[in-house]
């Protein structure tokens, strides 16, 4: 049984040294602080740069032998990036 989650987010050497953003990986545990889950954000680069908390991305989530058990889609949900006239869903 999972009755509580804590969600680590692993930064990238490159990312923490250049200040640039990569994909984001986290891994998923339980409070024994277990891995039960990893997840990864796949999206482009321009998208994390210019749309930032806007931009649309895809989470795959996989169990700890990398079945993935859970995809979470977010697409864009405007016409531009700089005039965000919906409010975004996943």
């Known amino acids: 049984q999972l009755d509580q989650i804590i ?51 895809t989470i795959s989530i996989a169990d700890n032998a990398g079945r993935e058990v859970i995809r979470v889609i977010r697409p864009l949900r405007c016409t531009s990036c700089c005039f965000p006239c919906f409010l975004q869903e996943v």
């Open 7 to 57: 969600i680590h987010q692993q930064v990238e050497l490159l990312e923490a040294i250049l200040g640039t953003e990569t994909s984001s990986k986290y891994e998923i545990k339980n409070r024994l602080g277990q891995r039960v889950y990893f997840a990864v954000e796949e999206n482009g680069c321009f998208d994390r740069k210019l749309c930032s908390p806007l931009r649309a991305f």
